[in-house]
């Protein structure tokens, strides 16, 4: 029998062996760190895609209910109901405790309680009246042109009022603080706005700044500076020429005060002429 010796590995033998065992080890290593790190890379990139998604659905989203409630608020503003006002430039006035109104205010007739409706010249906001009579002189409206021609809802007809000049007069100041006052038929009443209309010739003479004073006296208190509250002070719609016999602008009066009672005055004309002239004065309220 022959029996073969089992040599023990030579030194070089064992290093080499470990240097090969050594390199499997090293490039397996490397190889699972390679792995690791695509996975990682893929992970990463596959939540930044997810991350995306969300962020670009929660946008929608966003811009979708964005989108939902303007369309909702603007369907609720169409809806709100606006309270029918005289329409106009609002002006001035005071207001104590207004009364209720309902609806559109409407044109009252000026139709005088005594059936009288009074002129007046050389008169101004809140001081008492000097009366006005027919003729061509100083205080004077000329006979067929009286104060009820500016109530009777007729444009055809007028009032001239020569004011502190003679007919033959020509200056800026002729007819200017004239007008007239009356106590209602109807009785108190409310006024929230005020029209002017043109006579049938001269433009010159045409009524620019007008007063509208209110009172709940009667009579002879009616003269006195003392009865009258101011309700209005400004233009009277009539700064743009609407022609012969033709009405001005509605002006709307903040006014909350009820008068039966009404003066009204002229402190403006359009240019130098012997008087003021206008075919209607309008009260408009409730």
């Known amino acids: 029998m022959i029996t073969k010796s089992i040599q023990d590995p030579s030194p070089v033998e064992v290093l080499e062996t470990q240097s090969i065992n050594s390199e499997i080890c090293i490039k397996t290593t490397v190889a699972r760190s390679k792995t690791s790190y695509v996975d990682r890379r893929k992970i990463r990139k596959f939540s930044f895609v997810i991350l995306w998604t969300t962020v670009t659905v929660f946008i929608v989203l966003l811009a979708i209910l964005l989108v939902t409630n303007a369309k909702h608020s603007v369907t609720e503003t169409t809806t709100v109901i606006t309270p029918t006002a005289v329409s106009t430039t609002a002006l001035s006035s005071s207001a104590i405790s207004a009364p209720t109104t309902t609806g559109m205010a409407s044109?009252?007739?000026l139709v005088s309680a005594d059936g009288t409706i009074r002129g007046v010249y050389n008169t101004t906001v809140g001081a008492?009246?000097?009366a006005s009579t027919a003729g061509t002189g100083v205080g004077q409206y000329t006979a067929n042109d009286?104060?009820?021609?500016?109530?009777d809802n007729d444009t055809s007809t007028k009032y001239l009022n020569l004011g502190s000049c003679n007919q033959t007069d020509n200056s800026s100041l002729c007819g200017l603080n004239t007008g007239f006052y009356l106590e209602l038929q109807r009785g108190s009443s409310l006024v929230t706005g005020i029209q002017s209309c043109t006579a049938n010739d001269s433009s010159e003479r045409d009524p620019?700044?007008?007063s509208l004073e209110g009172s709940n006296l009667s009579g002879t208190n009616l003269t006195l500076g003392t009865s009258w509250s101011l309700i209005y002070n400004g233009t009277s719609g009539l700064d743009?020429?609407?022609g012969r016999s033709s009405c001005g602008s509605i002006q709307s009066i903040n006014n909350s005060v009820q008068y039966?009672?009404?003066r009204f005055l002229v402190f403006g004309k359009r240019s130098t002429s012997n008087s003021v002239q206008y075919s209607e004065v309008r009260l408009f309220g409730y």
């Open 240 to 242: 743009t020429d609407p």
């Open 146 to 151: 009286p104060p009820a021609n500016a109530c």
């Open 208 to 210: 620019l700044v007008v």
């Open 128 to 130: 008492s009246s000097t």
């Open 107 to 109: 044109q009252l007739q």
């Open 260 to 262: 039966k009672s009404y």
